[in-house]
């Protein structure tokens, strides 16, 4: 528990924010997901990730404390898991849900500055090759030309969540929500 001492309780809160909304909008989109995905044989996260990912980036740029990312993603697991919303990860949940904010967190030892749109794409990006490489190759074992499809697609994915992740933190910063 001295792991989770340095953050405040603004900072819980916004991460229990972001983890809700990174659930909550799952539902929206899967539908469309699956139906545009499953001919192309390719993970519904590579075209919509970026749009799951945004969260977590948004929780780091906001709280900006190390391992938020994690936490963000390793609190939608449980709820997930705790919720019995498991879909085809099964158990994996916990590890398809940390592994992005994980990977999202490492890279911010690399980026400081939230800024500016391309922090928000990078980010975005490297959480949401790392949960479409995850998925497609410990659930659907996808063979070489599907991964690097859905690679592919979860790169320009990340690109739009993280444009769209740096649109919503410009506008909490304009409310004053957001530090500079």
Known sequence: MKFLKKFTTQDLLYIAIFSALGLAIKPLITPIAIMLTRLLMITGGSLFGGLYMMWIVLAIAMVRKPWTGFLVGFVQGIVMLALGYVGTHGALSLITYTLPG???????????????????????????????????????????????????????????????????????????LAQK
């Not at 800024?115 to 479409?132: D, E, R, V, W």
């Not at 990340?158 to 910063?173: E, Y």
């Open 102 to 176: 994980f990977t999202a967190d490492i890279t911010t030892f690399f980026i400081k500055d939230f800024s500016k749109p391309l922090s928000h794409i990078i980010l975005c990006i490297t959480a949401n090759l790392a949960g479409t490489l995850i998925v497609s190759i410990l659930i659907w074992q996808l063979p070489i030309i599907p991964l690097l499809i859905s690679l592919g697609l979860s790169f320009l994915s990340g690109i739009m969540g993280g444009l769209l992740s740096f649109v919503i933190f410009k506008r909490l910063q304009f409310f004053g």
